[in-house]
């Protein structure tokens, strides 16, 4: 309705008075509408009428993003907008908060295409990798034991072999060159011998002092026992297992004989329970009285056992019975008298014992 059909409608004015004054020319929106959905009721839109189109998509995208929806508390914007003819993507156009790449990120059903990047000026590079020494240490450990006044130290062939050098010595700290005399693979056994004290270095010296001091005793009255071990017997092991892993000083552990034999009915070995580790290869084998039984050898690779049985083993070790070892010597020209100690020791005795005559031997690749 126009401004006259409103003078006539009111009856406030007759038609000479209307025909006085010239209609108003209408008024142009500054927005053509294009309604594409039905209006919202006029409580919803009266706010938002007589906004811009620009004024009107910032509303609508700040009070609705990220979702152009039409069912939420400020839904009146976009039906506004939608009434205009202005859909999410119009607007986003219009407000110029977007770039034409975000807006077909969201709205495309295709990938946008990839814009390249710049590569920047300074590129960050990774230091570089530090040059292996080629004086980096590869070595690996095991046990021994003192055998003469001499200074010859009984220990597995495997713990020796293929050595540029070998060192041994009360702890990983002081050790000292020693030579390889003799070895017998099939029964897996190693002589070796310290320096003479002519050419030897300080530590050499005081180690074979310390041998002469500590350990001659003990040669003297004999190591070895003629007698085999027998079954359910108990034993200490001693050694250095893992090396100075966990610590560089000597440990030991106790069991019994669970076999009088080794692996496949092997008669020159003995199976036994007392714990026994990488490390603690060619260690010594105390009975309760002091003398050696027997020489570490090996562990049960339980997981093989595992794989082949179903179940997993625990504490199955081996010795190399003492007889054995006794033959080794006399073939490599020490022979040494049996042992007759008979007088049972109380544990930390028997570790007393082991301290003077154990040794860890190191082998140097």
């Known amino acids: ?123 960050a590079k990774a230091p570089p990798e530090k040059p292996k020494s080629p004086h980096r240490k590869r070595f690996s450990s095991g046990s021994g034991f003192f055998v003469s006044k001499s200074g010859h130290v009984v220990t597995n062939a495997h713990v020796v072999n293929g050595c540029s050098r070998i060192t041994v010595g009360d702890n990983a700290k002081t050790q000292t060159r020693a030579a390889l005399v003799e070895d017998d693979r099939r029964n897996d056994l190693a002589l070796l011998k310290l320096g003479s004290l002519e050419m030897a270095s300080d530590e050499t010296k005081s180690l074979i002092k310390k041998l ?26 001693a050694g250095f297992p893992y090396g100075e892993l966990y610590s560089n000083t000597i440990k030991v552990t106790g069991g019994m004989v669970s076999a009088v ?21 060619g260690g010594p084998i105390y009975d309760t009285n002091g003398n050696i039984v027997g020489v570490v050898v090996a562990q049960l690779n339980k997981f093989k056992v595992a794989k082949a049985t179903g179940s997993l083993p625990e504490n199955v070790n081996f ?31 028997l570790a007393k014992i082991a301290q003077k005559q154990t040794l860890m031997v190191i082998c140097h690749k």
């Open 319 to 349: 010795g190399i019975k003492a007889s054995t070892v006794m033959q080794f010597l006399t073939t490599s020209g020490l022979p040494s008298k049996w042992s007759a100690r008979s007088k049972k020791m109380s544990p930390t005795a």
């Open 212 to 237: 002469g001091i500590k350990v001659v005793p003990l040669v003297a009255h004999g190591l070895l026992r003629l007698k085999d071990v027998e079954l359910g017997e108990r034993v200490l092991v």
């Open 1 to 123: 309705m126009d401004e006259q059909q409103c003078a006539r409608l009111s009856g406030w004015f007759t038609e000479q008075q209307i025909a006085a004054v010239p209609a108003s020319p209408k008024r142009a929106r500054a927005n053509t509408v294009r309604r594409t959905d039905p209006p919202a009721s006029a409580a919803e839109i009266e706010i938002v009428a007589y906004d811009s189109d620009e004024r009107l998509c910032q509303k609508a995208i700040q009070q609705n993003s990220p979702k152009w929806e039409t069912n939420s508390i400020w839904r009146k914007q976009v039906l506004e907008a939608k009434r205009r003819g202005l859909g999410e993507q119009q607007c986003a156009r219009l407000v110029g908060w977007f770039t034409e790449q975000q807006i077909a990120a969201v709205h495309s059903p295709k990938p946008p295409a990839a814009v390249p990047s710049r590569k920047p000026k300074v590129v």
């Open 261 to 281: 034999r080794g692996i496949g009915d092997d008669s020159a070995q003995f199976q036994m329970d007392a714990a026994a580790q990488s490390g603690n290869s």
